[in-house]
């Protein structure tokens, strides 16, 4: 049975694991700490061994204090810049001291980002990178209750609920350096002039990125990303199958309830808001646990545990940011026109700065969605050594789970790229880096982006691997009335490819059956 467990888990999942690095992408899902098939849960706690107090409720409880940091900000950077790029060159169009379209020297037009510069002879310049990291620390509590005995007054039936309580902190930091500030921001007697949004122009990436007049896909170095609370909560219903000497076997199945984050609006506000649980999904689970007894000589003792647990989450509704299939990657900040209306009156205006009246593209290119995260796979290997009290263990953690599916998005607008010359002329040729100017589409030729122009994938998490090394040690009171063991241990999970976070992290747990 756990053979095929495995089998299947893997055959599921196998067919959407790639190893390739990913880039552009506009959302980030993190694997939750604390969860069935987790070392800092599993390690010097046998919640299945049904081994109580004497005389007791026949229940089990272990507490878990954890925290830890990632470690891959270069591979994390790479997936949310485009191009997997590790940093990005920002120019502003400005006749005639433009780089032409083509140029490995610049990867982005500034003008996109509400940037217009006074200087009449020099062009803003700047380079841009990320930094991500994010911190966690939290609780986890566990209770398992038997609930049922055999007619050989062997515990087979039993129930656990487990969750942490937990905070976690995301940042970007997002870094520039200004190679030429064109002059500084474009003013009229002192005042910046107006640009995207009926909004003041910027003077560099640094403040477009935190524009307040930006609804979503934000990044601001001094925003307070963090959140706090109960991830999801999980439970589950088991059966010992089979109890000896040499090996024992149970299974289980149960389900996910969602108590943490949701992905609205709200949520939606900056790049890679912090997420507490699986993004607020419902689901199903089903595992199973093998405990073999390898050896026992005197007080020693070694055995090895395997534990496979295979994870459906259902899909539900959230607020995601989308590029444009034709477009590219990054297309979602492209300048638009939010309706023909605007570009008519883009078109009737006679004032000199009529160029720069639009929209920010983030604004309307993040809407809701259907998301689905679909199956994730876990499995969990552990050498266990034993001397009287002390335990030690250490093993392997490997986890995989399948590309979001974004399956129907909201998308009733009548936007249009904006050309970069204005005047309410678009371009559907244009890029987040490429103006092809003299490409523009007249006012009467007005062409709104459609639902099928939205690239979905850029807006879902691919599919996620990871393996983690870890250890533990501790000591169990087991001779007591009401046994108790305490441990402390370590884990570093890494991958090959940027879609999972390279983490390290250690905890301190105490547990109790009474």
């Known amino acids: 049975?756990?053979?095929?467990?495995?089998?299947?888990?893997?055959?599921?999942?196998?067919?959407?694991?790639?190893?390739?690095?990913?880039?552009?992408?506009?959302?980030?899902?993190?694997?939750?700490?604390?969860?069935?098939?987790?070392?800092?849960?599993?390690?010097?706690?046998?919640p299945h061994d049904m081994e109580f107090a004497q005389g007791g409720f026949e229940s089990k409880v272990q507490v878990v204090a954890f925290g830890g940091v990632s470690t891959n900000s270069c591979e994390l950077n790479k997936y949310f810049l485009p191009s997997n790029k590790t940093s990005l060159n920002i120019q502003e169009y400005k006749t005639p001291n433009f780089i032409q379209d083509g140029q490995s020297s610049k990867d982005i037009e500034a003008r996109n980002f509400n940037i217009v510069t006074q200087s009449a002879d020099q062009t803003f310049r700047s380079n841009i990178a990320f930094k991500p990291q994010q911190s966690t620390f939290g609780v986890g509590l566990s209770w398992v209750q038997n609930i049922w005995h055999d007619s050989n007054d062997v515990p087979r039936f039993w129930g656990e609920i487990s969750f942490p309580i937990q905070y976690v902190n995301n940042s970007m930091n997002l870094r520039e350096t200004v190679l030429n500030d064109g002059g500084g921001v474009a003013q009229v007697d002192g005042v910046p002039t107006t640009g995207l949004d009926g909004a003041p122009h910027v003077a560099n990436m640094t403040e477009a990125f935190a524009q307040p007049s930006w609804l979503y896909g934000k990044v601001d170095n001094c925003a307070d990303l963090s959140a706090w609370g109960v991830s999801d909560i999980e439970i589950t219903f088991g059966y010992n199958v089979y109890l000896s000497e040499s090996c024992d076997l149970n299974a289980y199945v149960g389900f996910v309830a969602p108590t943490g984050t949701k992905i609205h609006q709200k949520n939606a506000a900056y790049l890679w808001r912090p997420v507490i649980g699986n993004n607020h999904h419902w689901g199903v689970l089903f595992g199973a646990h093998t405990c073999f007894y390898l050896r026992d000589w005197g007080q020693h003792a070694l055995r090895l545990e395997f534990d496979a647990e295979g994870q459906y989450l259902f899909k539900n509704t959230q607020w995601r940011s989308f590029d444009l299939v034709q477009q590219g990657q990054w297309s979602r900040y492209l300048e638009v026109y939010q309706n023909v209306a605007a570009a008519t009156a883009a078109a009737g205006d006679p004032s000199p700065l009529i160029i720069d009246a639009g929209t920010s593209g983030i604004n309307v290119f993040t809407t809701c969605?259907?998301?689905?995260?679909?199956?994730?796979?876990?499995?969990?290997?552990?050498?266990?050594?034993?001397?009287?009290?002390?335990?030690?263990?250490?093993?392997?953690?490997?986890?995989?789970?399948?590309?979001?599916?974004?399956?129907?998005?909201?998308?009733?607008?009548?936007?249009?790229?904006?050309?970069?010359?204005?005047?309410?002329?678009?371009?559907?040729?244009?890029?987040?880096?490429?103006?092809?100017?003299?490409?523009?589409?007249?006012?009467?030729?007005?062409?709104?982006?459609?639902?099928?122009?939205?690239?979905?994938?850029?807006?879902?998490?691919?599919?996620?691997?990871?393996?983690?090394?870890?250890?533990?040690?501790?000591?169990?009171?087991?001779?007591?009335?009401?046994?108790?063991?305490?441990?402390?241990?370590?884990?570093?999970?890494?991958?090959?490819?940027?879609?999972?976070?390279?983490?390290?992290?250690?905890?301190?747990?105490?547990?109790?059956?009474?």
């Open 1 to 46: 049975m756990q053979r095929k467990l495995i089998v299947l888990t893997l055959l599921i999942t196998a067919r959407t694991v790639y190893a390739d690095d990913f880039a552009g992408h506009s959302f980030f899902t993190v694997r939750p700490q604390f969860r069935l098939v987790s070392p800092e849960k599993l390690t010097l706690y046998f």
């Open 369 to 514: 969605a259907q998301v689905s995260p679909k199956f994730s796979a876990n499995t969990n290997t552990a050498f266990i050594y034993n001397y009287c009290g002390l335990q030690v263990e250490g093993g392997f953690n490997f986890f995989v789970r399948q590309a979001e599916e974004i399956s129907k998005c909201s998308w009733s607008t009548d936007v249009a790229i904006k050309d970069v010359d204005g005047s309410g002329l678009t371009n559907i040729a244009r890029t987040i880096k490429n103006n092809f100017a003299g490409s523009d589409i007249a006012l009467a030729s007005y062409n709104p982006v459609t639902l099928a122009d939205l690239d979905l994938n850029s807006a879902a998490h691919p599919t996620m691997l990871s393996h983690t090394l870890f250890a533990a040690a501790g000591w169990n009171w087991d001779e007591l009335r009401t046994p108790v063991f305490i441990g402390v241990g370590g884990s570093y999970e890494f991958t090959t490819v940027n879609t999972a976070l390279d983490r390290w992290l250690i905890f301190g747990k105490v547990g109790i059956s009474f």
